[in-house]
């Protein structure tokens, strides 16, 4: 009986080898190990032999049953192993393919592409991109741009300083920091670094202490300067003119109205032609809610350098009997809500998928 066992020990050994997928090794574990094999058998027919071969008989048929257990557990864990090298080689996932349907990718916010669509067309005209600091002194955001120590927008309610000590800030010490209320006081670094001529656009956050539908605590503004030899009016009406076309449409037209601003003068208020009317009139022949029926549309502030910001920088080669200069600011936020009919300055911070994807 003995030696009958070994022999099926033998066979079995040799198919669990020989068994080159998992559904043949199955086959292989249910023609030796399953109920109806005959190990199996006889194992539970050891009690029906002669007392003198049971535990002989017993002993091998337990021995060859568990080496066949263990031969068909090494057996399938290598089919497994290469059935799976095998599935990974036939179903290799090529990741450098594009995705079906193509995932949406990111665009630049419309502040991102008005700022840049901007800076093209004064890069355009020579001019070169200058930053600097957004925490400012009051003497760059106020002394040396001219603004006497009483104007308004020095005061604590329309600008942000910056708290040094249980005393407060002394607004008028030109040390004294505070948030930048505009770029300007790059135009007065911008100088200290580099004599005439100058030709630069300041792009950057401000802060001032307003917020609705038109104003937000930190908003962004283009500032520029050109400072050279015999530079006019003119020189700025022809910069900003050319400026207006770009962003607007060819057939803009600039026009300039006599203001006030601590650092220029003179200075000017800068209007372009309506894009949306004929006169003040659309063409469904109501009064245009764009220009409100004026057909002219409040774009920047501008003007001529005032003599007394050149004599802060006079030690730079700014003599204000030797150069001359134009300067001008304006919001991206108002020539996106502009150019792109927004009505509501506070939609491009509130990150609205639905909103900043129309553009």
């Known amino acids: ?73 090494a057996r399938a864990g290598e089919l497994a192993a290469a059935e799976l090298d095998e599935r990974l080689v036939q179903d290799r996932l090529d990741v450098t393919l594009p995705g079906d ?8 916010h419309l502040m991102t592409a008005t700022r840049r669509e901007i800076e093209d067309v004064f890069i355009g005209l020579g001019f070169n991109i200058a930053e600097g600091p957004e925490v400012e002194t009051v003497y760059y955001n106020f002394d040396a741009l001219n603004h006497d ?20 800030v002394d607004i008028f010490d030109p040390e004294a920091a505070l948030l930048r209320v505009h770029t300007s006081p790059v135009q007065i670094r911008a100088m200290e670094h580099q004599p005439p001529p100058i030709y630069i656009i300041v792009p950057g956050r401000v802060y001032r202490p307003d917020s609705d539908a038109t104003h937000t605590p930190q908003f962004h503004q283009i500032e520029g300067l050109a400072v050279d030899d015999d530079i006019t009016l003119a020189d700025l009406r022809g910069t900003l003119l050319t400026f207006a076309r770009a962003i607007f449409g060819e057939q803009r037209e600039v026009r300039m109205r006599p203001h006030f601003f601590p650092f220029t003068e003179p200075s000017v208020e800068v209007d372009v032609s309506c894009f949306n009317c004929v006169q003040g009139i659309t063409a469904d022949g109501q009064r245009c809610p764009l220009c409100k029926g004026t057909a002219w549309i409040e774009i920047l502030g501008a003007g001529m350098v005032d003599p007394n910001v050149f004599e802060h920088v006079r030690e730079y080669g700014y003599d204000p009997e030797q150069v001359q200069g134009f300067a001008f600011g304006m919001g991206i936020e108002r020539i996106a809500m502009l150019k792109h009919g927004v009505p509501d300055l506070r939609l491009f911070y509130e990150n609205d998928i639905r909103f900043l994807e129309q553009f």
């Open 101 to 108: 349907p193509l995932p949406s990718i990111g665009r630049l």
């Open 1 to 73: 009986m003995t030696e009958r066992i070994a022999q099926i020990e033998r066979e079995a050994a040799a198919a669990i080898a020989g068994a080159a997928t998992t559904p043949a090794l199955e086959d292989i574990r249910i023609r030796y190990l399953g109920r109806k094999a005959e190990l199996p058998n006889l194992l539970r027919g050891v009690s029906e032999l002669p007392p003198e071969q049971r535990a002989a008989t017993g002993k091998a048929a337990n021995q060859a049953r568990h080496a066949l257990q263990a031969a068909i557990e």
């Open 149 to 168: 120590p009483t104007h308004p927008s020095r005061l604590e309610t329309d600008t942000f300083y910056l708290k040094g000590g249980p005393g407060g």
